[in-house]
């Protein structure tokens, strides 16, 4: 497979391994953006103002990892269901 790339790294520090690396802490982290969007709607989110974004995607990032571990059935499908049908408040029926 080829795969291009821009980079300010100079051909020295641009090996395989090292591109290979970086691509892929790129593509980890747009997979985090995604989940944070499709799980709670972060795009859309109405939160704008001083640090409350960061705030905010630290703890939906702290939601997601928990659920991702967690071994009870459900898990982060759960929660993308509950926003999916309208679940407002978490953990109440």
Do not use: C, K
């Not at 051909?11 to 969007?37: F, K, M, S, T, Y």
């Amino acid at each position: 497979m080829t795969v291009y790339a821009i980079t300010s790294l100079t051909h020295a520090q641009a090996g395989p391994a090292r591109l290979a690396d970086l691509i892929g802490r790129h593509w980890a982290i747009e997979a985090l953006r995604h989940v944070r969007d499709t799980t709670f709607a972060e795009d859309g989110s109405q939160v704008r103002a001083g640090a409350t974004p960061n705030v905010m995607a630290a703890l939906r990032n702290l939601v997601i990892g928990v659920l991702s571990h967690w071994d009870a059935p459900g898990g982060l499908g759960w929660l993308r269901r509950r926003r999916e049908h309208g679940g407002a408040r978490l953990g109440r029926e």
